[in-house]
């Protein structure tokens, strides 16, 4: 079986970012049992990339490619893909990457797989492995016959070792319109948040909390030990309860605190990728099969309502003692 592997690169400014060594490693794996060529494809206007390791490099270059749209890049992996003829594409699952990549597979009749985090084989058989549920489930799927689009999450694979050279570089000057799309504005949120990363305790908030008011909740059990901060899921974020420079995950902050509380998080692999660092996790959940007490040291199958209260006022009883 012989195929061609198309990898769109992720890119920011015209910077090739670090999640596309993760996917030539994933399409190394493909490719050592395929024997297949790996060609990445970037999309973007006069970009600094000249060539990457372990693939050839195809640069679709055009004004219309200035800024990411799905438009835009939707129409430079179609491009790319007339030249390439690929058996498989593979997309970062980013909040560009799953914005596109069903696009692309819809335009070239293609199959879609996201959220990937493994690949196994067995014989000839490529499987693809997922999570499902809430990372309860681990799902497996196989391609059908028709080409293939998976989306792969960052992390799930190492970062490539680079011990192939790079390959060929070519370039299509394309001119690209954008019928549908304008960008407005782009603004990159501020990132810093030293609190995170000086914490010896973490808190952190989840769906679970429920509501805004049980912040509150939250903030009084941290203030239960020194050297505290609050954090919170992307859902908390998302939900306004918790700043995005809080956020604790794959794309948010990486934590390593000594203590880490997850209260109300149901332990998705991109929330774990921010916190499984930490020395001790301590989760609260009230539901006992939730994902994130396979990553924990102490598990309490509880109400938050119920749990917390409860836990400061022990612990003012201890201070008062
Ligand atoms: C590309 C990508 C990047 C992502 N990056 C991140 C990231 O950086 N960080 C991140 O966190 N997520 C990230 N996500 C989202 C992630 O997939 C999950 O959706 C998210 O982590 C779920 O947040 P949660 O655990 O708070 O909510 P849920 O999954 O909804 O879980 C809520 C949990 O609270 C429990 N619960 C509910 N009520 C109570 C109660 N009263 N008492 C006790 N327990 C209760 C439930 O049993 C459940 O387990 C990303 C997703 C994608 C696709």
Redesign the pocket.
């Given at each position: 079986m012989s195929h061609s592997i198309m990898i769109m690169c992720e890119q920011s400014g015209g910077r090739i970012l670090p999640v596309t060594s993760e996917l030539i490693s994933c399409a190394n794996l493909i490719a050592a049992h395929c024997h297949s060529r790996i060609t990445a494809v970037l999309p973007g206007l006069n970009t600094d990339a000249y060539s990457i390791p372990g693939a050839d490099l195809l640069i679709i270059n055009s004004p219309g490619l200035a800024e990411y749209t799905c438009e835009g890049w939707e129409m430079a992996a179609m491009l790319a893909a007339e030249q390439i003829m690929p058996d498989i594409i593979i997309i970062a699952?980013?909040?560009t990457g799953?914005d596109y990549a069903p696009r692309v597979a819809a335009l070239t009749g293609s199959g879609c797989i996201t959220?990937v985090c493994g690949i196994e084989f067995t014989g000839d058989n490529l499987t693809y492995r997922r999570g499902g549920f809430?990372g309860k489930l681990d799902l497996q799927y196989r391609a059908g016959e028709q080409a293939l689009v998976i989306t792969v999450?960052?992390g799930a694979f190492p970062s490539y070792d680079g011990q192939t050279e790079a390959g060929m570089t070519s370039i299509i000057n394309a001119d690209i319109q954008l019928a549908c799309t304008s960008n407005v504005q782009f603004s990159i949120p501020d990132q810093a948040n030293t609190e995170l990363e000086h914490a010896e305790v973490i808190i952190s908030a989840?769906?679970?909390i429920?509501k805004a008011e049980n912040l509150q909740m939250i903030r009084a059990m941290a203030s239960c030990f020194n050297r505290s901060a609050i954090a919170g899921?992307?859902?908390?974020c998302d939900n306004g309860w918790i700043e995005y420079n809080a956020?604790?995950?794959?794309?948010?902050q990486k934590v390593s605190p000594q203590l880490y509380v997850a209260?109300?998080?149901?332990?998705?692999?991109?929330?774990i990728?921010?916190m499984n660092g930490s020395k001790t996790v301590v989760s609260?959940?009230?539901?006992p099969e939730?994902a994130?007490f396979r990553y924990s040291d102490i598990c309490i199958v509880?109400?938050?309502?119920s749990f917390i209260p409860e836990f400061i006022r022990e612990a003012e009883k201890h201070r008062a003692e």
């Amino acid at each position: 079986m012989s195929h061609s592997i198309m990898i769109m690169c992720e890119q920011s400014g015209g910077r090739i970012l670090p999640v596309t060594s993760e996917l030539i490693s994933c399409a190394n794996l493909i490719a050592a049992h395929c024997h297949s060529r790996i060609t990445a494809v970037l999309p973007g206007l006069n970009t600094d990339a000249y060539s990457i390791p372990g693939a050839d490099l195809l640069i679709i270059n055009s004004p219309g490619l200035a800024e990411y749209t799905c438009e835009g890049w939707e129409m430079a992996a179609m491009l790319a893909a007339e030249q390439i003829m690929p058996d498989i594409i593979i997309i970062a699952h980013t909040s560009t990457g799953y914005d596109y990549a069903p696009r692309v597979a819809a335009l070239t009749g293609s199959g879609c797989i996201t959220s990937v985090c493994g690949i196994e084989f067995t014989g000839d058989n490529l499987t693809y492995r997922r999570g499902g549920f809430h990372g309860k489930l681990d799902l497996q799927y196989r391609a059908g016959e028709q080409a293939l689009v998976i989306t792969v999450l960052p992390g799930a694979f190492p970062s490539y070792d680079g011990q192939t050279e790079a390959g060929m570089t070519s370039i299509i000057n394309a001119d690209i319109q954008l019928a549908c799309t304008s960008n407005v504005q782009f603004s990159i949120p501020d990132q810093a948040n030293t609190e995170l990363e000086h914490a010896e305790v973490i808190i952190s908030a989840g769906k679970g909390i429920g509501k805004a008011e049980n912040l509150q909740m939250i903030r009084a059990m941290a203030s239960c030990f020194n050297r505290s901060a609050i954090a919170g899921s992307r859902v908390a974020c998302d939900n306004g309860w918790i700043e995005y420079n809080a956020q604790v995950g794959l794309t948010g902050q990486k934590v390593s605190p000594q203590l880490y509380v997850a209260c109300g998080i149901s332990g998705s692999a991109q929330h774990i990728a921010g916190m499984n660092g930490s020395k001790t996790v301590v989760s609260i959940n009230r539901d006992p099969e939730a994902a994130i007490f396979r990553y924990s040291d102490i598990c309490i199958v509880e109400e938050l309502e119920s749990f917390i209260p409860e836990f400061i006022r022990e612990a003012e009883k201890h201070r008062a003692e």
